[in-house]
């Protein structure tokens, strides 16, 4: 970038930025939601409350509809990689396409067909748990959808299963002895998986919260409401405990197989044993802390970037700050749900701490969404220049067609901007169109 002139190159870095974002709420909501309902109506069922099955009723009908706009992103989002990566993509459908094959097999195409099921089933079966029973393939699909997709990006992270040769500019001109089981179970798919799977269920369930802490805010006050805000709240305080571990393991594994992306996200410039940990730009006065939490020893040395050419170093302000916002807003959704667990279980009486613990919670569903964004503002910078690790660079990934990129630029962001005004609008005329005094005595008993 030169100045204020975006080159070809960033204008598809923007346009893929713009698509995964938008994307990125579907993503969320589509492998969240679903285990939300489900755990919901069959809480409904066990405790013989209806207010739990409501829940789930009514979060199926924003769950369709999330479903289909996110199915229309997510086939954009495929058309873009083989307009403008189609470097990368050549490497890829021919090393790791497996796990889009899977995903389309054991993930879109359960969730396709058990959806309009359990949608339109409420009052078509002889038991609830046969109803229930219908959602099991919807999560099922969803979770697998985000486990296979995320071995993708592994893979443009620790790339395995094929060898290859290069040519004098250092570009890949075959692979052979490709294994693609190897290529989609890489060092990295365990640990990427589980934190990126465990962040939509954080972000769903804060997402559900903070909606439902409005609506309380705003007075109305229904055992409904109250009841699907401590159940989000819950569910928000599991999933994020478990995610923190989980995100805790993947910083660990950076350290060892991406240590310039490590280095990035703890702004090391030097390689040192006994590395302090540093939060934004306060230096956490505790020797060896950093390599505490990365190694697990105090003496443990940290590889700094004085290790790597400058010319293969992320943005590491901009990889840092993302990082410590990430931590920062994953530390504030364990403690604010903790606090209220604690205020509507044990302190009830306190009015005043109970109606504190609903605003405590009202920002964490946008900061939900953007710790998600940030996370993978932290994955794809913090690998920068590559886009295969250490074997194919972004530039040499990116399409030769420069013209198009810019009008597709602004083509997409138009189009998904409208995309997003339509999609809230539906959904806003359609819960005010269904509210909940209409209709909601037995769920299972029709409309």
Same mark, same amino acid.
């Given at each position: 970038?030169?100045?204020?002139?975006?080159?070809?190159?960033?204008?598809?870095?923007?346009?893929?930025?713009?698509?995964?974002?938008?994307?990125?709420?579907?993503?969320?909501?589509?492998?969240?939601?679903?285990?939300?309902?489900?755990?919901?109506?069959?809480?409904?069922?066990?405790?013989?409350?209806?207010?739990?099955?409501?829940?789930?009723?009514?979060?199926?009908?924003?769950?369709?509809?999330?479903?289909?706009?996110?199915?229309?992103?997510?086939?954009?989002?495929?058309?873009?990689?083989?307009?403008?990566?189609?470097?990368?993509?050549?490497?890829?459908?021919?090393?790791?396409? +497996?796990? $889009?094959?899977?995903? #389309? !097999? @054991? =993930? *879109?195409?359960?969730? &396709?067909?058990?959806?309009?099921?359990?949608?339109?089933?409420?009052?078509?079966?002889?038991?609830?748990?046969?109803?229930?029973?219908?959602?099991?393939?919807?999560?099922?699909?969803?979770?697998?959808?985000?486990?296979?997709?995320?071995?993708?990006?592994?893979?443009?992270?620790?790339?395995?299963?094929?060898?290859?040769?290069?040519?004098?500019?250092?570009?890949?001109?075959?692979?052979?002895?490709?294994?693609?089981?190897?290529?989609?179970?890489?060092?990295?798919?365990?640990?990427?998986?589980?934190?990126?799977?465990?962040?939509?269920?954080?972000?769903?369930?804060?997402?559900?919260?903070?909606?439902?802490?409005?609506?309380?805010?705003?007075?109305?006050?229904?055992?409904?409401?109250? +009841?699907? $805000?401590?159940?989000? #709240? !819950? @569910? =928000? *305080?599991?999933?994020? &405990?478990?995610?923190?571990?989980?995100?805790?393991?993947?910083?660990?594994?950076?350290?060892?197989?991406?240590?310039?992306?490590?280095?990035?996200?703890?702004?090391?410039?030097?390689?040192?044993?006994?590395?302090?940990?540093?939060?934004?730009?306060?230096?956490?006065?505790?020797?060896?802390?950093?390599?505490?939490?990365?190694?697990?020893?105090?003496?443990?040395?940290?590889?700094?970037?004085?290790?790597?050419?400058?010319?293969?170093?992320?943005?590491?302000?901009?990889?840092?700050?993302?990082?410590?916002?990430?931590?920062?807003?994953?530390?504030?959704?364990?403690?604010?749900?903790?606090?209220?667990?604690?205020?509507?279980?044990?302190?009830?009486?306190?009015?005043?701490?109970?109606? +504190?613990?609903?605003?405590?919670?009202?920002?964490? =569903?946008?900061?939900?969404?953007?710790?998600?964004?940030?996370?993978?503002?932290?994955?794809?910078?913090?690998?920068?220049?590559?886009?295969?690790?250490?074997?194919?660079?972004?530039?040499?990934?990116?399409?030769?067609?420069?013209?198009?990129?810019?009008?597709?630029?602004?083509?997409?962001?138009?189009?998904?901007?409208?995309?997003?005004?339509?999609?809230?609008?539906?959904?806003?005329?359609?819960?005010?169109?269904?509210?909940?005094?209409?209709?909601?005595?037995?769920?299972?008993?029709?409309?």
């Amino acid at each position: 970038m030169t100045g204020t002139t975006l080159s070809p190159l960033d204008y598809g870095r923007l346009l893929m930025a713009v698509t995964l974002g938008f994307h990125s709420l579907f993503i969320i909501l589509g492998v969240g939601l679903s285990a939300m309902m489900s755990i919901a109506e069959l809480l409904g069922i066990l405790k013989k409350r209806n207010e739990f099955s409501l829940m789930a009723r009514r979060w199926s009908y924003g769950f369709s509809i999330m479903f289909g706009v996110g199915a229309a992103s997510g086939t954009a989002v495929a058309f873009e990689l083989y307009l403008l990566w189609p470097t990368f993509m050549n490497i890829a459908t021919r090393v790791v396409a +497996l796990p $889009f094959f899977l995903e #389309v !097999v @054991f =993930g *879109f195409f359960p969730e &396709a067909i058990f959806l309009p099921i359990y949608y339109y089933g409420w009052n078509r079966f002889s038991k609830p748990i046969y109803h229930w029973l219908a959602s099991l393939p919807i999560v099922i699909g969803s979770a697998l959808s985000g486990f296979l997709i995320v071995t993708v990006n592994s893979f443009m992270n620790t790339p395995a299963g094929f060898s290859y040769t290069m040519n004098a500019q250092g570009l890949i001109t075959s692979v052979y002895n490709v294994n693609p089981i190897a290529a989609m179970f890489n060092p990295a798919t365990p640990f990427e998986t589980s934190h990126v799977v465990g962040a939509t269920y954080v972000g769903t369930a804060f997402m559900i919260a903070s909606i439902y802490a409005y609506r309380i805010i705003r007075g109305d006050r229904s055992n409904y409401n109250i +009841l699907a $805000f401590k159940f989000a #709240v !819950v @569910f =928000g *305080f599991i999933s994020s &405990a478990l995610d923190g571990i989980a995100g805790s393991l993947s910083a660990t594994f950076l350290s060892q197989y991406q240590p310039e992306k490590f280095a990035a996200m703890e702004e090391l410039y030097r390689t040192q044993s006994y590395a302090f940990e540093k939060f934004f730009n306060y230096t956490i006065p505790v020797r060896g802390l950093m390599s505490f939490l990365a190694d697990g020893r105090w003496n443990a040395t940290m590889t700094g970037l004085d290790n790597f050419p400058a010319s293969t170093w992320p943005d590491v302000p901009l990889v840092h700050a993302a990082f410590d916002l990430m931590s920062a807003f994953g530390f504030y959704f364990v403690i604010v749900s903790f606090a209220a667990i604690v205020a509507f279980s044990l302190l009830k009486r306190h009015i005043s701490l109970v109606n +504190l613990a609903y605003y405590a919670v009202l920002p964490s =569903g946008p900061l939900a969404y953007l710790t998600f964004l940030l996370g993978w503002i932290v994955d794809e910078e913090g690998r920068q220049p590559w886009i295969i690790y250490n074997l194919m660079t972004v530039k040499q990934g990116f399409t030769t067609s420069y013209s198009a990129v810019p009008l597709l630029f602004f083509s997409f962001l138009t189009f998904y901007t409208l995309l997003t005004v339509i999609t809230v609008y539906i959904l806003q005329r359609y819960y005010k169109a269904h509210p909940l005094n209409k209709g909601d005595g037995s769920v299972y008993g029709g409309d």
